[in-house]
């Protein structure tokens, strides 16, 4: 065995792939060099978590080992703990505690690990109690990793408590307690963190500061995200100041951290200045063009990032496919959905939902209805698209038909937006009877409080019927300030109509509330002049040379080019 121990430790330190690896395994067996613990701990650390190891062939061989030492034991639970599968590295820790065997520092981290990404809240709390018997509540690795388990399993107290044990030189500790904020949704926090971090005089890191961006970026604070730029700068972190060591993540979270927080011009800028981008990168920019409405800028990216290289993921998916929603641009869509379906994304309960949003609101009813027949799972929001975007365009008894179907699955509850789209059908269709049902069991059944949305609905509903009063009564009754789309649906039924005396008192509270957007002058000052009442014509258009509100001028769009495929 001795002849061939050290050859074969060597062996296994350059091994490359599993191949190599059970050749190696079959001499250790053959020459006895298996029954050594070093050789086989280096064995099963390649199987457990190297980038071409294997799992279950480590399980295969630690099950065949008559008693595991502590190391070996420490090093499934890790391989484990950073698989697909981590609730079995839990199932390796009960099993090792059932055996006799004492964790150590090792072990603590990678169960911890494991806890927090099954949300393993009460065993993580048992694991808690085991490292303050066996005294490891002072080593480091063990508190910092409780503290981001704490924070992964939404117990920001306990993560604090432990935070304030920890010794406060610990950038790792900082770090974790920063992420934990942002992942709590407490962004803000997270930055009053890391300006506590710096009066401690400790030094960030680039992880800190990724952390940082984001919390900014998810808070919109321009003026805070400047600042930690800055701060990244004077550190030397500043991955625009020096292309020689280039760190795409860290150059990617300031993009992104401007992009969110509406600075789309400084965001470009910087993304145009970065000597090279990974795909987080692109789909930020597409994804923030995209939120902010500028969808023909998302589109033009995507093409360039195609150009580039870059094979889309499901964000870029996502993005790209809203965007053709936003414009209701058929052609490209269909391109898009003809792309998906080559990839690994077809069974995708988000990319099918957005696919039928983007047929529904470009006008195609029957494709959007065929691809939601296809969705394996239909949640929701798939339900809320088919609902909206056939109601946006004409077929409020079909989308009215689906809500019903919707209904006939107790699984599935309704939101506010759905009932958005079910009271805009049934404003399109003249049903204000069912409107009106629908209206009550928002609220009475799904406990749903109306929004300005859902009352603009109801006013444009009762309007269209003739039913001003009604409706006046309603704009009157509302818990929440008229917006001017309520105006407009009021005053679309005055024209309707005719009714001039509900119209003249509309004139008064939009003279007294300072209403802004051309539509409700325009639609006064159209009344006025179908009753020849030239005066308050006048006063119609005065009032908007007053208030400097310029007549939207109307559009349309027409496409151009296809995407590439």
């Known amino acids: 065995m001795k002849k061939h121990y050290n050859s074969i430790l060597s062996l296994l330190e350059k091994c490359k792939t599993m191949a190599e690896l059970k050749r190696l395994h079959g001499l250790m067996i053959t020459t006895s060099v298996i029954q050594d613990v070093i050789p086989l ?24 080992i008559d008693r595991p030492s502590l190391y070996i034991w420490n090093s499934m639970i890790k391989g484990y703990s950073i698989s697909e599968s981590p609730d079995e590295a839990l199932t390796m820790y009960r099993e090792m505690r059932q055996k006799g065997y004492a964790p150590d520092h090792f072990t603590f981290p990678f169960v911890l690990k494991a806890c927090s990404l099954v949300n393993g809240y009460n065993l993580g709390q048992c694991v808690h109690n085991c490292i303050v018997k066996t005294g490891f509540e002072v080593d480091v690795y063990a508190a910092t990793a409780l503290l981001q388990m704490y924070a992964a399993c939404g117990d920001m107290e306990a993560a604090l408590k432990v935070f304030d044990d920890i010794p406060k030189w610990n950038v790792v500790a900082w770090t974790s307690l920063i992420a934990g904020c942002i992942s709590n949704d407490c962004p803000s ?17 680039e992880i800190t500061m990724v952390n940082v961006l984001v919390a900014c970026a998810r808070s919109r604070d321009i003026n805070a995200g400047r600042w930690v730029h800055d701060r990244t700068g004077q550190m030397g972190l500043d991955p625009f100041q020096s292309n020689s060591n280039f760190n795409v993540i860290l150059a990617t979270a300031i993009v992104d951290m401007y992009a969110k927080c509406g600075s789309l ?11 090279h981008r990974n795909l987080v990168a692109w789909n930020s920019m597409i994804g923030v063009y995209n939120q902010y409405g500028q969808a023909n800028e998302a589109l033009d990216l995507f093409s360039d990032m195609q150009i580039a290289g870059f094979d889309p993921d499901k964000a870029t998916f996502l993005c790209v496919i809203g965007a053709c929603a936003h ?30 949003d983007m047929y529904a609101k470009s006008g195609d009813a029957e494709r959007a209805q065929q691809v939601f027949s296809e969705l394996q799972k239909k ?15 004409g077929h409020g008894e079909e989308a009215l038909t689906f809500f019903k179907k919707m209904q006939e699955d107790t699984a599935l509850i309704p939101d506010e937006i759905t009932y958005i789209g079910v009271l805009s059908a049934c404003s399109h269709v003249g049903k204000v009877e069912d409107g009106k049902n629908h209206f009550i069991s928002m609220k009475n059944v799904h406990g749903i409080e109306p929004t300005t949305q859902h009352y603009g609905c109801m006013v444009d509903l009762l309007s269209r019927a003739g039913r001003l009063g009604e409706a006046e009564r309603l704009v009157e009754k509302m818990p929440v300030e008229p917006n001017t789309a309520i105006w407009s649906a009021l ?16 004139r008064r509270r939009v003279r007294e509330l300072e209403v ?5 002058y325009v639609l006064l000052s159209n009344i006025y002049a179908g009753a020849c009442r030239w005066e308050e014509v006048k006063m119609a258009r005065e009032l908007m040379k007053e208030r400097k509100i310029q007549k939207s001028l109307g559009h349309s769009s027409v496409e151009m080019k296809m995407l590439a495929s």
């Open 491 to 506: 005053l679309n039924g005055c024209k309707i109509y005719q009714n001039i005396d509900v119209a003249d008192r509309v």
């Open 41 to 64: 701990s280096r064995l099963v650390d390649f199987c457990a978590y190297s980038d071409s190891g294997n799992l279950n062939y480590a399980k295969s061989v630690f099950n065949q």
């Open 516 to 520: 802004d957007g051309s539509g409700v």
């Open 379 to 393: 949640d929701v929001t798939a339900w809320t698209s088919l609902i909206i975007g056939l109601a946006m365009h």
């Open 327 to 356: 414009l209701g641009a058929l052609v490209s869509g269909q391109a898009l959905h003809a792309y998906v379906s080559k990839t690994n994304l077809t069974d995708d309960t988000a990319i099918g939902t957005a696919l039928v």
């Open 265 to 275: 011009k400084t965001a470009r800028d910087l993304f145009n200045k970065m000597p």
């Open 189 to 205: 926090e997270a930055v009053r963190v890391y300006k506590d971090m710096e009066l401690w005089s400790v030094a960030p890191n």
